[in-house]
């Protein structure tokens, strides 16, 4: 893929502009070209005069010919992707190999085991996405949870109800072989050259069926509403595994169950395994107009219709401590994100099209193994007792309410809601509380200065009618399963610790590269039974 970046055109321009001004820079005919689109596009409003600034992708029919006119000028680049080849080792694996959840990690470490010949068992202790779905509208019609089945379990994980983000930082070669997955299995073509590719919610449900049948189709095997509740081991090696539907020999287990299975964790380690501490974090959602964001990040240009729906990015260090936003969604929806009975978390999700009135995100503050004394089982405590403080703060609302405030009244410590311009969207209703008493007073005052330098930053951010919905939470895991150089846990031969659960990822993308290479770790040392 060719990247032909800094294309400046005036507001009155569009794509196709765009388009032409990129195949004359490159001095290409439009018959080579097989797919062109806009992988960037922003606004220079520097200089009175706001510009629309492009980069636009292009992929030729044959790509051989692509590094030929990659060189041609400095604001011409050239994008390889990447191959997964893997090898089969020498070991012959004499059971089946187990992935335990069928999140991003565990998807992508069953699809790519499937391809290989080891047909893997796929446990899930939620249901398949079609029931998931069910259970989810159900709670969010009449707050009767479903503790398996909900926003963070069952088929596809927590990043199915999300805005099926595929941004990452770990710039993984890996994350371009993730994307091509995507695309085979339904995604929107452009996530192949957007810089900020999303799913959104809707179509993500589909492209995940899709990937799970492949792997069934393959020989795997996926068991729904089944969930892994211990470890058999002899002299530190795997043997075996106990789930919620008997027991199953094993000597090669990935742990792929996400970040909310505190109950797993706490089995892990009353079984013995350590796990250590590690950082995450903590707030609430703000809710804004789209429109208002739009305005403070485009200026005049706003409204343009060639300019993708507003995103934004915060961050402020308060006394060594990282106040940001986190998983803002364009478009979009504060959802209900138990878990737990009685115990209220939040989240956002986006549909594709992001045609919501509001923005949300979550401003969150890192909290680390220093606040818990390195102990892991205090982080998780933690998160429950928060949840469970926002569970009673919006008990008037019924189950499941949410305590909200104006940013303004979170500021000042008031304590109060007035619903003007910006409606809460949170699918359980809010109730007015002070959500500066349901933290610590040191992030609450972190929370408070870091909303502070975001107002300087995207003017509006502490405008009257933004809202605050609490409490999030569910950031990322508070534990981590140390592994080795080989992606096996360095406690016990035959466990992998995989994803984001498991301490190794965080978001959609960089769980499935983890889950690509905790399962490429596992065909390098092994080959299937009868191979």
Known sequence: MILVRDIRLPLSAGEEQARAQALHLLRLPQSKVRQMGVA????????????????????????????????????????????????PGAQTLKTRPVVCGLGPAGLFAALALAQQGFAPIVLERGPALEDRVRAVEHFSATGELDENANIQFGEGGAGTFSDGKLTTRIGDPLCDYVTRVFLAHGAPVEIAWQQKPHVGTDLLRGVITSIRKEIEALGGEVRFNTALTGLHTRNGVLTGIDTTVGPLPCEALVLAVGHSARDTFEALMDGGLT????????????????????KSLYHDAAGHPALPRGEYQLSQQVNGRGVYTFCMCPGGQVVAAASESGRVVTNGMSFHARAGRNANAAVVAGVGPADFGDDPRRAIAFQRELEARAYAAGRAGGPYAAPAENVVSFLEGRGELKITRVQPTYNRGVVPADLGSLLPAELTGALRAGLRAFDRKLAGYTAPEAILTGLETRTSSPVRLVRGETYECTQLAGLYPCGEGAGYAGGIMSAAVDGLRVASALVSRYHPAGD
Do not use: M
């Open 40 to 87: 960037r596009l922003s606004v220079d409003a520097r200089h009175g005069r706001p510009k629309l600034v492009y980069t636009i992708a292009v992929t030729l029919k044959d790509e051989g010919e692509e590094p030929a006119y990659a060189g041609a000028l400095p604001c011409v680049a050239l994008r390889q992707e990447a191959q997964l080849v893997l090898t």
């Open 275 to 294: 796990f250590t501490c590690k950082p995450f974090s903590v707030g609430f959602r703000a809710e804004h107009l789209q429109s208002e964001i739009e």
